[in-house]
């Protein structure tokens, strides 16, 4: 199985600060990767998928990129609506598997 | 509007059997592969199972392989998640979840606001 090691598990960033999270595949995914938020109490949403691709509806401020096995997402100017809980999810093989997450708190 | 409505969740003692629901809607669901995705209390998301929208491939987590079945009715609009010999490990919120594929990725581009399965005696 792909695992997917997500850091950090917590962070709490400022409204002017760059935010970003990361996910390190275990082996190479090709860019089987999408980012998905989740609110308290709410379902997942697809932020990005192909590792880099902006979802519909999705602000500009949010972006990904890669490096080698390591994904990363970066959200430039948070807004405090930005909190929540991040999740990586690679879709390369079977069993398909999320990163543990980030919980993102705005101050 | 895409919308993914699960139901049939509910309290079950360890052993039962469980038969989840979701009725997909504003969209042409037979074009879609569909996936079954949990999160237990607290905890992050774990895919659990899918099913192509031909129903010609489908996939499990082994943690839920041999006990859980994943079906669709494309007439009905309808994937149903039937969970056997369930244990008190399967609680959790169950989403199901659109399967999309850009050309170059797959992901899961709309999801149900879940049902909850809580196993207990």
């Known amino acids: 199985d792909i695992q997917m090691t997500q850091s950090p598990a917590s962070l709490s960033a400022s409204l002017e600060e760059i935010v970003t999270i990361t996910c390190k595949a275990s082996?190479?995914?090709?860019?089987?990767l999408s980012w998905y938020q989740q609110k308290p109490g709410k379902s997942p949403q697809l932020l990005i998928y192909?590792?880099?691709s902006l979802a519909d509806g999705v602000p500009s401020r949010f972006s990904g990129s890669r490096s080698g096995t390591q994904y990363s997402l970066k959200i430039s100017r948070p807004q405090v609506d930005d909190s929540g809980i991040y999740y990586c999810l690679q879709t390369y093989s079977t069993p398909w598997t999320f990163g543990g997450g980030t919980k993102l708190e705005l101050k | 509007e895409v919308q993914l409505v699960e139901s049939g969740g509910g309290l079950v003692e360890p052993g039962r059997s469980l038969k989840l629901s979701c009725v997909a809607s504003g969209f042409i669901f037979s074009n879609y592969g569909m996936n079954w995705i949990r999160q237990a209390p607290g905890k992050g998301l774990e895919w659990v199972a899918y099913?192509?929208?031909?129903?010609?491939?489908?996939y499990y987590a082994e943690t839920v392989k041999g006990r859980f079945t994943i079906s669709r009715d494309n007439a009905k609009n309808t994937l149903h998640l039937q969970m056997t010999s369930l244990r008190s490990e399967d609680t959790a919120l169950y989403y199901c979840?659109?399967?999309?594929?850009?050309?170059?990725?797959?992901?899961?581009?709309?999801w149900g606001q879940g049902v909850m399965v809580t196993v207990s005696s």
């Open positions: 979840a659109r399967h999309d594929y850009s050309g170059e990725d797959y992901y899961f581009d709309y």
């Open positions: 192909d590792a880099t």
């Open positions: 082996q190479g995914i090709d860019d089987y």
């Open positions: 099913m192509s929208s031909s129903s010609s491939y489908i």
